[in-house]
């Protein structure tokens, strides 16, 4: 993936060119900081110091000219904002401006500046020499810390993580990662504090994703992307909404029509607001979603759209990129010939940038467009130098699509046995992928990642048996007629397999609308009655305390008179989210109906339900909502009831159904316990 300029303080990221849509030649929104595979982590440019250094930057401005150290706090800052505005350019020209930052700023005694100078010297390095950058960012960190600085330990903590992950580390990447976000939340709530939080959720976000953990990038990005709503930071929601949008044209997520909504979205705000390079990265996603739909037509003319600006721009990196995906396509549509010449003007230039990550990802696309030629052992040999260069990085899922190119490589050139063994290394890196999706939490996800894989496994299988029948058929005839049998048992045995999974799948896809509220998402009236009943007779078998709250809209018709039913329903939606993120450990919420819903809080007293509904309260008039006019607010009124010994389910929701009727006859917009 991509990345247009227009969220500098988003760390870039890079997709990959695999021909599926985590085929990922898609683009993330900011300049990147080197070319990687795609969703690949850039550390954050570091938004917070920005105000620094423009109010250092007035400050030496402001001074009389004799004053000696305006111009080496001017110098530094003008170093600090070339090496940035460099970094996809010239990384190499980046670094040497952040070194010369970092020694003129030592002899200025501003700490603030020398850690934002040593910031952008660990970033830029790590675009060129990640085991380089490490030593800087453990120094920067130290630094830090003694200083009691949260805001610049995420940002290290953070450059820590991109450098682990280019040296094949995930495991230790994702450590410096957590602690990146840990550092970020410390830092407190000030506008600047919530940048950096939402910088470093967006790039273990983006990280999660390049190493297939989809449920986890979803979370950070979408609280990455509120934290930006709420601050205002149009750039981070146009770089968080792209990333989102990216995680659902994964070929492992498949949801590419909502995907294109998202980039169109974006398509037109970018071509509104006049940023070319970014109007150029939507053309590119849109593209790259249409070709996993198979709308290969259409996607070559957005390609070559995007293309054209990125030449106009001078952008020559992107315009490879673009080369690339267009050959890769080519390939697709039969025009192998004619997508060779793509392919290798794009390789030259990663070859001639020391770009090792894209040259891999890029023979890849050169072995398919030669295979189709039928010139196999050149074909071959980009393979295996790809398989080596991700094996050293730990990456099965490029590692599954070379193995999978590989066998089908292999039995186009007769070599039954090596196809076998490759459709084998296959299937081994699709049970590591698997492994990873187990640890998600979201049904809907892990069922669809589940249903490519098994088409994949199925595509092996073909292969192994395609495999088997050319051994076959050199064996006795006697036996040939009945292995035949054998395979073709085999074949509609997988069928019914695949048939019966399918009938699960929706099956269970069937029991999670029946219990989901359509509007709001959560959990409906069943649902949450169910989750009340199975709490009480907990509660009360093990002597424990259980409170509930019930509250709905205040004015309600009210809302839906002035607004119309679907500013009605963006109010519902609205609160639902707010009361979601406010709630405690172990509660649940659910929508009982119209605008009334309830809350079920285990192990909870009636004064502590008391606190939460009062914090429900507060959130909710204090918000703003969509399509209302300056000083309108939306309230809720509040009932608090704790479950007795006696209590069954009726009579609790009765006596908190009571309270909430009090609060609001005394005016609404408040909390009664019962």
């Not at 492994?435 to 892990?446: C, F, G, M, P």
């Not at 809080?601 to 009636?606: D, K, Y």
């Not at 502590?608 to 809720?636: C, K, L, N, Q």
Request: overall charge positive.
């Amino acid at each position: 993936m991509r990345v247009p300029a227009c969220a500098a303080s988003i760390p870039a990221l890079r997709a990959d060119d695999s021909r599926t849509v985590a085929s990922g030649r898609l683009r993330v929104i900011v300049s990147s900081r080197m070319q990687r595979a795609r969703l690949d982590l850039r550390p954050s440019r570091v938004r917070w110091w920005i105000p620094l250094l423009l109010c250092v930057a007035w400050a030496a401005t402001a001074q009389p000219a004799t004053r000696p150290s305006a111009p080496g706090r001017a110098d530094v800052i003008a170093l600090l904002a070339e090496a940035r505005a460099l970094e996809e350019k010239d990384p190499g020209r980046a670094r040497l401006l952040a070194q010369r930052a970092a020694t003129a700023v030592r002899g200025l005694g501003d700490p603030a500046l020398q850690r934002s100078a040593q910031n952008v010297l660990c970033n830029t390095t790590a675009a060129v020499d990640a085991a380089a950058a490490l030593p800087i960012a453990e120094r920067g960190l130290r630094g830090s810390v003694e200083a009691a600085d949260a805001r610049s330990s995420a940002g290290f903590l953070s450059c820590r993580g991109y450098a682990l992950d280019l040296l094949g580390k995930p495991g230790e990447a994702a450590i410096a990662f957590d602690r990146a976000v840990a550092s970020a939340r410390k830092a407190g709530d000030a506008i600047e504090d919530k940048e950096v939080l939402a910088d470093a959720l967006a790039l273990r976000g983006g990280s999660r994703h390049y190493h297939g953990r989809y449920d986890d990038a979803i979370a950070d990005l979408d609280r990455a992307y509120a934290l930006n709503v709420e601050i205002g930071q149009k750039s981070g929601q146009r770089y968080t909404l792209n990333a989102i949008a990216n995680v659902y044209s994964d070929e492992n997520v498949g949801e590419y029509d909502k995907a294109i909504g998202y980039y169109r979205q974006l398509l037109k705000e970018n071509e509104a607001a006049g940023l070319s390079g970014e109007v150029a990265t939507s053309l590119f996603n849109i593209a790259s979603a249409r070709e996993m739909k198979g709308e290969f037509d259409a996607a070559l003319q957005d390609y070559r759209r995007a293309l054209e600006i990125d030449t106009a721009l001078g952008a020559r990196a992107a315009v490879a990129e673009s080369e690339r995906s267009i050959g890769a396509l080519l390939v697709k549509q039969g025009k192998a010939d004619e997508a060779l010449p793509w392919i290798e003007r794009a390789l030259a230039h990663f070859i001639a940038n020391d770009d090792a990550e894209s040259v891999a990802r890029t023979r890849i696309a050169r072995a398919k467009a030669l295979r189709a030629s039928g010139r196999i052992p050149e074909a071959v040999e980009d393979l295996v130098f790809a398989e080596q260069h991700f094996r050293t990085h730990n990456n099965p899922r490029y590692l599954a699509k070379i193995y999978d190119a590989m066998a089908d490589a292999r039995a186009a050139g007769g070599e039954w046995r090596k196809a076998y063994d490759a459709s084998m290394a296959y299937r081994r890196a699709q049970e590591q992928l698997e492994k990873r999706a187990r640890e998600e939490q979201s049904s809907r996800l892990r069922v669809q990642f589940d249903s490519a894989k098994k088409e994949q496994e199925n595509r092996a299988l073909l292969i192994e048996n395609a495999h088997r029948g050319e051994a076959l058929r050199n064996a006795e005839r006697v036996r040939s007629l009945q292995r035949m049998f054998i395979i073709f048992g085999a074949a509609f045995f997988t069928l019914l397999a695949a048939m019966a999974l399918q009938l699960v799948n929706r099956g269970r896809r069937l029991r999670r609308l029946a219990m989901t509220d359509e509007l709001t998402g959560m959990p409906n009236r069943r649902k949450i009655m169910d989750f009340l009943d199975r709490a009480l007779r907990a509660a009360q078998s093990g002597g424990e305390r259980l409170s509930v709250i019930a509250f709905d809209v205040d004015h309600f018709k009210r809302i839906n008179d002035l607004h119309g039913h679907h500013g009605g329903d963006r109010v519902l939606c609205a609160i639902a989210e707010l009361i979601g993120r406010l709630l405690p450990v172990g509660a649940r919420v659910g929508r009982m109906g119209g605008e009334e819903f309830l809350v079920v809080l285990p192990g909870t007293p009636a004064a502590r339900a008391h606190e939460v509904a009062e914090a429900f309260r507060s959130a909710v008039s204090g918000a703003e909502y969509e399509g209302f006019a300056d000083g309108e607010r939306a309230t809720i009124s509040l009932g608090v009831a704790e479950a007795s010994r006696d209590d069954d389910v009726e009579t609790l929701l009765r006596r908190a159904d009571s309270a909430m009727y009090r609060a609001k006859g005394e005016g609404r917009d408040r909390t009664m316990s019962a």
